[in-house]
């Protein structure tokens, strides 16, 4: 016999039950290049930061105390 964990499935689960296996994988498909292009946003932004924050680095005079 099954026992009821008392979890009950939320409507934003719900709602992709009913779809095929081949849509599903489309849509974590889809997801995935979000995600990709997300990081690559992210990674351009750390880079730009960083090349920001060394060229402040080489601009303090010798022996300057930091914050």
Known sequence: MEEDLGEEVTYDVAQYIKFEMPVLQSFIT???EEEDREVQKLRRRYTYLR???EKQLRCLPEGAACM
């Open 30 to 32: 889809k997801l995935k």
């Open 51 to 53: 090349c920001i924050i």
